[in-house]
C-alpha cells in the first residue's frame, strides 16, 4: 500500500486527494493523509449562504477557455450547476477622476478587438487612441523588438500601447487578478498567450482579430450556480473521511531512505510521497532543511487580499451602472483595487430584487485591513464604495475574509526559476510541489495540476 501525504488543504490540496480517492476506488493500492493547520478545507474558496444570498469570500468563477475546472464539476455531478457570466450586460469601468469611466466593448484585457468601439470610448485620450490605432501598423517592428527572454508586463504593454493604457487598464486589470506591481511582473507567466500572439504576429490588435469567432461567443467567466464552495464540497464527500486531518499543522517533513516523514504535534508518520499544497511561504521553510538550494528559488513576494461583501435587499434604494463592477487603478484616490457588481455578473446570486457586492482591498490597504477588526473594515468598504457609487444603504449581510500573503507575485524570471526548481524537485522521489506558487493562479491551472501529479503517483 503507497502511503501519500498531502501537505495544505487548499484547492490543490482537496483536489490531489480527491483524485488520489479516484484512483483508489479503481483498486490501485494506495492511501492519502490530507494535513490541514486550520478547522476547513477549501483554502480561500469559500462560499456563504445568508438569506438567499449567495456570497463568494475568494474567487466568484474561473475563466471558462480554461477547461479542467468545468470537467471536474461535470464529473463531480455538478454539470446542471455550470452557470456562464451575463455576458450580454458585461461591462467593466475604470475609476478615473472619481468617475466610473467604462472600458471600450470587446477588450481583452487591455487589447482591443474593436477600434471603432474604442473611438467612441471616453475613458482613452486621443494620444492613447491613436497608440492603439498605430499599433498594427507597427507589426514588423514590435515582432522584432520582442525580446527572447522575460521582461516586466509593464515594459510588454508600454511598447505596444504606451504608458496611458499601462496605467489605466493594464495596472488595475493585472493587480486585481496577480496582487502585484506591473513593474516586477513577469510578462511570461501571466501573459503568456499574448506574447505568442505577439512572436506570431507582432501586432497583439491583429492577432486578436484572427481569433475563431467560436471563442468570442463563449462567456469570459464560468461558476456554479450554488457557489464555487460546492466544487469544494463535493470532492470532500468523495474523500475517505480517515484521510482528512484538519488543525494538523505539519512542524517538519524530511526525507530519508525510509521515505518521507511528516511531523504534526500528534507525531510522526512515513510515507511513500509528498504532495506539497501548502502556501509556497509554508513550503519553502518545510523544505528548506531537506534542500538549501530548491529554498531560495521558492521565494517570492506575496501580495494580501480583504474582501467584503455587502447583500441589500432591496435594489430599487440606490442605482450602479450596469456592467460587472470597476476597477482602481494604482495612485488613485481610493484604498479600493476593485469592486464587483455580483447580480448583473451572475445570476441566482441575490433573493428577488436584491444586490449584492464585493469589495477588494490589496497591496498597503490589504495590510493596514488585515489589523482591523470586522466592522471597522466593512465600514472602510461601504465608505470607499460609497465615494464612488453614491450614498448607500444599511446592507442586511456583511461578509468580511482576509486572505494573508494569497497571491504570489510572479516576477520577472519566473518561469526560468520554475524550471531550475523542478530540476530540483526531481532529486526527490516521490516529491511534487502544488499550489498557486508555480504554474497559473485560477483554479483550473491548479485543478490541472493536482490531477496530473496524483494520476502520476498512482500510475507509477
Request: hydrophobic share 45%.
Amino acid at each position: 500500500m503507497k502511503r501519500v501525504a498531502i501537505v495544505g488543504g487548499g484547492v490543490a490540496g482537496v483536489t490531489a486527494a480527491y483524485e488520489l480517492a479516484q484512483q483508489a476506488r479503481k483498486g490501485v493500492p494506495l492511501q492519502g493523509v490530507l494535513f490541514e493547520a486550520s478547522t476547513r478545507l477549501g483554502g480561500i474558496i469559500e462560499t456563504v449562504h445568508e438569506g438567499e444570498f449567495v456570497i463568494e469570500c475568494g474567487p466568484d468563477a474561473w475563466v471558462t477557455e480554461k477547461p479542467w475546472a468545468r470537467e471536474l464539476a461535470e464529473e463531480l455531478g455538478l454539470a446542471d450547476e455550470v452557470m456562464p457570466s451575463n455576458d450580454a450586460t458585461r461591462k467593466t469601468y475604470v475609476l478615473i477622476d472619481k468617475k466610473l469611466q467604462a472600458m471600450p466593448d470587446g477588450m481583452r484585457m487591455m487589447v482591443p478587438a474593436d477600434l471603432d468601439a474604442l473611438d467612441q470610448s471616453e475613458l482613452f485620450s486621443a494620444e492613447a487612441k491613436r497608440a492603439y490605432r498605430e499599433e498594427p501598423g507597427r507589426a514588423e517592428e514590435l515582432r522584432a523588438a520582442a525580446p527572447e527572454g522575460d521582461e516586466s508586463v509593464a515594459e510588454f504593454v508600454q511598447r505596444h500601447f504606451g504608458d496611458e493604457v499601462l496605467e489605466k487598464i493594464g495596472a488595475p486589470l493585472l493587480s486585481g487578478v496577480f496582487g502585484g506591481d506591473v513593474t516586477k511582473l513577469s510578462v511570461q507567466a501571466v501573459m503568456a498567450p499574448f506574447v505568442t500572439m505577439e512572436r506570431e504576429h507582432g501586432s497583439l490588435i491583429d492577432a486578436l482579430r484572427t481569433r475563431s469567432v467560436a471563442a468570442s461567443k463563449n462567456s469570459v467567466f464560468t461558476t456554479l450556480r450554488s457557489g464555487m464552495g460546492t466544487l469544494v464540497d463535493r470532492m470532500i464527500a468523495a474523500i475517505p473521511e480517515d484521510w482528512i486531518r484538519l488543525s494538523a499543522e505539519v512542524q517538519f517533513t524530511s526525507c530519508g531512505e525510509e521515505g518521507w516523514l511528516v511531523g504534526t504535534a500528534r507525531g510522526v508518520e512515513r510515507f511513500d510521497a509528498l504532495m506539497m499544497t501548502a502556501p509556497v511561504d509554508v513550503a519553502c521553510s518545510l523544505l528548506q532543511p531537506i534542500d538549501a538550494e530548491m529554498a531560495p528559488l521558492m521565494e517570492m513576494d506575496a501580495s494580501s487580499a480583504v474582501v467584503v461583501g455587502f447583500g441589500f435587499p432591496d435594489a430599487a434604494k440606490f442605482s450602479i451602472p450596469t456592467g460587472f463592477g470597476f476597477l482602481v487603478p494604482p495612485g488613485s484616490d481610493s484604498l479600493l483595487l476593485a469592486a464587483t457588481f455580483v447580480d448583473q455578473k451572475f445570476e441566482h446570486r441575490v433573493p428577488q430584487g436584491g444586490r449584492l457586492m464585493r469589495a477588494f482591498f490589496g497591496g498597503k490597504a490589504a495590510e493596514r485591513l488585515m489589523r482591523c477588526g470586522n466592522d471597522e473594515t466593512a465600514a472602510v468598504a461601504r465608505m470607499e464604495l460609497a465615494r464612488v457609487l453614491g450614498p448607500l444603504p444599511e446592507p442586511q449581510v456583511t461578509v468580511v475574509r482576509r486572505w494573508p500573503r494569497s497571491l504570489p507575485l510572479y516576477a520577472v524570471g519566473h518561469l526560468e526559476r520554475m524550471k531550475k526548481l523542478d530540476s530540483r524537485v526531481r532529486a526527490f522521489k516521490g516529491l511534487w510541489l502544488l499550489g498557486n506558487g508555480y504554474r497559473g493562479v485560477g483554479v483550473p491551472d491548479l485543478v490541472r495540476d493536482a490531477r496530473a501529479a496524483a494520476r502520476e503517483i498512482a500510475g507509477e
